[in-house]
């Protein structure tokens, strides 16, 4: 577990922080790209595209990337960046749960931990892009705080 204060901490998710550490993501970085690449098979065409956005958040990203692990096996994960210069404004990256792990609270808290990296960053909003058509994240995320904007379909805001 990363450790305290979160509601219903079941699973063990660990985070990398860039320019921070955390985790040594060497060790999950090709299950990581596996997942995506299977998991969005509509954005990646060859595993190569997945691996070189995975190492593209590994590397250059100010962001961090938590991940849900099954004993050494990553079932699921989520991103978050930083919408401009600071962290003011965050962004909620892509976020994956294999099918066989779903509806039991794995993405819930991985939108927590995001949200208290967050809050450490001192951050004072965060938003979340969906593609609009995916049912279950607004009525997760709006248990969680987070207001349609309006503006953008699927676009969702949680002031902090
Ligand atoms: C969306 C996704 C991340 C949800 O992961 P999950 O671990 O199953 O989510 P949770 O268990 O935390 O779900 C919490 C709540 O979300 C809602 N929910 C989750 N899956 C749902 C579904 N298929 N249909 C309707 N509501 C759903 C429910 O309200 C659920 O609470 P409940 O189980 O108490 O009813 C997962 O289905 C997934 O990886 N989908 C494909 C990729 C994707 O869409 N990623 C997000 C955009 S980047």
Redesign the pocket.
Known sequence: MTGGGIENERYDIRTFIAGKGGIDMEQYKDQLVKLIFD??PEYYHTEDDAKADVEWELRESLGAIAIALDRDKVV?YGTLHPLHEGYDEILF?????L?S??????????VDVRLRIAREWGAKSVEIM??GT????P??IE?RGFKFTGILPGNYRKEL
């Open positions: 998991g969005f699921g990256g892509d976020a994956y749960v099918p792990y779903r509806r039991r609270g794995m993405y819930t808290q991985l969906t593609d995916n049912v279950a994240i009525s997760l248990r």
